[in-house]
C-alpha cells in the first residue's frame, strides 16, 4: 500500500456527504498492460472503459463536476505512434459515448488549450461540448493538453495585460479574480475540487490544477486506472467523508 493510502476499512454513505467535484489523475494504463504483456496501447483501450464506468457512477452518486486529466501535456514527449493513438482516444470515445452522454444530460466541458489539438480531435471535441451545452447532469470535465504553470502563467499575464491597459489597479486583483482567470472559472462554485483521485501508487500531483487543489482532500490508490471500478470511488468518497467527519466543521 503507497505511503498516505487510507485502509479500505470506511462504508460510502450515499446520503452523506458527496463532495461536488472529484478530480482523477488516470494513471497506470502503460503498466496496467505491462503486466499482461500487452502492448501500452491495449492498458489505454481498457481505460477508456473504466473512464466510462466512473463517469456513470459518478453521475449517480450526485457529483456535479468530474475532471480526468489523461496525463498529460507531457503526453507529447512519447512515441510519436503512441500520441496519434492519444490522439484518437476522444474520437472514439465520443463517437461511441455520446448517446450515452445525452441520455444522462452529462454536459462536456474542457480545460487545457485545446486549439493545438490535430484538427479532427479538435472538431469533435468542440462537437461534443456544444451538442451538451444546455445539459444540467453532471460536468464531464476534460484536461487536454493542460498544464497548471502554465494555466497560471497566463492568467497573471492576463491580469498583467488589464493592469497595463488601466482596466484595473493592481489593489484590486483578489483570489477570486485570480481563480477567474484559470480555466477552471467556467465552474464557479465548483472551480475547487474537494477529492483529488490518483491511480497507480505515484503520490505526486504532476502540473495538476495547482491553484485549485489549496484545500482539496488527496488520495492515492496503487490501484492502475484500468482496474479502478466503482467500488474503488465508493472507497475513495468513504474516506472522504470519514477524513470530513473527524476535521471538518462548519
Ligand atoms: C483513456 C486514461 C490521453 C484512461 C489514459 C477521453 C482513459 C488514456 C488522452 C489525451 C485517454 C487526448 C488528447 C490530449 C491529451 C491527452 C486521452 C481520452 C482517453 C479521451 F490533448 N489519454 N487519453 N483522451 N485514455
Do not use: C
Amino acid at each position: 500500500m503507497a505511503l498516505f493510502e487510507s485502509k479500505n476499512e470506511h462504508a460510502l454513505d450515499k446520503n452523506g456527504l458527496i463532495p461536488a467535484h472529484i478530480a482523477i489523475i488516470m494513471d497506470g494504463n502503460g503498466r496496467w498492460a505491462k503486466k499482461r504483456m500487452m502492448p501500452r496501447v491495449y492498458g489505454h483501450k481498457e481505460g477508456m472503459n473504466t473512464l466510462k464506468k466512473i463517469a456513470i457512477h459518478a453521475q449517480d452518486l450526485g457529483v456535479k463536476v468530474l475532471t480526468l486529466y489523461a496525463f498529460s501535456t507531457e503526453n507529447w514527449k512519447r512515441p510519436n505512434d503512441e500520441v496519434s493513438f492519444l490522439m484518437n482516444l476522444p474520437i472514439d470515445f465520443f463517437d461511441v459515448f455520446m448517446p450515452e452522454l445525452i441520455e444522462n444530460k452529462i454536459k462536456v466541458t474542457t480545460i487545457g488549450w485545446i486549439d493545438e489539438l490535430p484538427e479532427k480531435t479538435k472538431k469533435i471535441v468542440q462537437n461534443a461540448v456544444e451538442r451538451t451545452k444546455d445539459h444540467e447532469g453532471m460536468i464531464l470535465n476534460f484536461a487536454f493538453n493542460y498544464g497548471s504553470r502554465q494555466e497560471m502563467t497566463e492568467a497573471i499575464k492576463n491580469v498583467a495585460e488589464k493592469v497595463q491597459r488601466k482596466e484595473l489597479s493592481a489593489e484590486d486583483v483578489t483570489e477570486e479574480l485570480v481563480s477567474q482567470e484559470m480555466f477552471t472559472g467556467f465552474l464557479n462554485e465548483y472551480q475547487d475540487p474537494d477529492l483529488v483521485i490518483r491511480t497507480s501508487g505515484e503520490i505526486r500531483i504532476s502540473n495538476f490544477l495547482l491553484w485549485q487543489i489549496a484545500y482539496s482532500e488527496l488520495y492515492f490508490t496503487d490501484e492502475y486506472w484500468p482496474d479502478f471500478s466503482p467500488k474503488s470511488l465508493d472507497q475513495a468518497i468513504a474516506t472522504y467523508q470519514h477524513r470530513n467527519r473527524r476535521f471538518g466543521g462548519i
